[in-house]
């Protein structure tokens, strides 16, 4: 009965692990979209984008590769 408990302990532990490890991956992934930090849902979203002035470098030709890859 005891070596059953732990075993459900140790099941119940290794869920909220890969529960809390997923979740972080989630964020990690959301802050690397640039389409999700921007709210860009649409090509003319992403062309107005490319015009602020308020985004860093980095995301800025981020957002241009992608504006390049679908134009071909």
């Known amino acids: 009965m005891t070596l059953i408990i732990i075993l459900l302990l140790v099941a119940a532990a290794l869920q ?3 529960f809390l490890y997923s979740r972080n991956l989630k964020k990690k992934w959301k802050n690397d979209d640039v ?3 921007y ?3 649409s090509r003319s979203d992403l062309f107005s984008a ?3 002035r308020d985004i860093p470098e980095e995301d ?5 590769d992608i504006y390049n890859r679908q134009e071909g």
């Open 50 to 52: 490319l015009n602020r």
């Open 35 to 37: 389409l999700a930090k």
């Open 16 to 18: 909220v692990g890969i």
């Open 39 to 41: 709210e860009i849902n």
């Open 60 to 64: 800025l030709i981020k957002l241009n």
